[in-house]
């Protein structure tokens, strides 16, 4: 069966400083992969996706970035983190056809200080 | 453009009630797809059920039950006999067809369940 994993779980970090949070796969081959953040108040907003190795999309430019340097690896990095990137880091995985189900790892929840 | 509007923000009842969860989406497409997510406490997304466009038979999974209804354009969720590990936010989601490989979700606000006992 597929397993998702996201770390570290909980991270606290200074402004300005450096970001890299990780996902990644088992159990399946050349999956879709995706970053979500969600801000206090709920709200799921899709980041990065990435539909194979080196190949990535952003969805909304802002002081992130993602790569994926292996099949089922994930990164998204930051080189000097705002206040505002505080929020929970979700990833997700789904099959290569169309709209199959998104299956979403533990999360990853930054507080920027 | 693709919009999940989940009009109820918090919803609190007591133990054992029913309660219904209301998701209306809007869509150009005549193929999509709709998706229930589960978020406790723990902060993981639970995925509940998916439905594509074509098939509007209701479903009912134990205590759980879906309603979809193309007319209306809504896919609403409902808990029987609530317990108080429901409590939760519940979100809507859609996802396009034609989004292909993509498959990229469009999600609602979400809604706070809290089951008291």
């Known amino acids: 069966s597929q397993t998702i994993h996201q770390w570290p779980a909980t991270l606290v970090q200074p402004v300005g400083s450096p970001l890299s949070l990780e996902c990644t796969v088992e159990g399946t081959s050349n999956p879709n992969l995706y970053w979500y953040r969600q801000a206090a108040g709920r709200g799921l907003q899709l980041l990065f996706y990435s539909v194979g190795i080196g190949q990535i999309s952003s969805e909304v430019p802002q002081n992130l970035s993602a790569s994926r340097p292996q099949d089922r690896q994930f990164i998204l990095s930051s080189k000097k983190l705002l206040l505002s990137d505080s929020g929970f880091y979700l990833c997700?995985?789904?099959?290569?056809?169309?709209?199959?189900?998104?299956?979403f790892g533990p999360g990853t929840r930054l507080l920027v200080l | 453009a693709q919009k999940v509007t989940q009009a109820q923000t918090e919803i609190s009842v007591v133990e054992k009630e029913d309660v219904t969860l209301d998701c209306v989406y809007e869509?150009?497409?005549?193929?999509?797809?709709l998706f229930w997510y589960k978020q406790p406490p723990s902060g993981e997304l639970v995925f509940l059920i998916r439905?594509?466009?074509?098939?509007?038979q209701n479903e009912i999974s134990g205590r759980y039950s879906w309603n979809f209804q193309k007319s209306t354009s809504s896919f609403n969720f409902t808990i029987t006999a609530s317990q108080v590990v429901d409590s939760a936010v519940y979100f809507c989601?859609?996802?396009?067809?034609?989004?292909?490989?993509?498959?990229?979700?469009?999600f609602g606000k979400g809604i706070t369940l809290s089951v008291r006992p």
């Open positions: 997700a995985w789904t099959l290569k056809a169309g709209a199959e189900t998104q299956y």
């Open positions: 439905r594509n466009s074509f098939d509007e």
């Open positions: 869509t150009r497409d005549t193929t999509y797809y």
């Open positions: 989601a859609l996802s396009e067809a034609g989004s292909g490989a993509n498959s990229k979700l469009t």
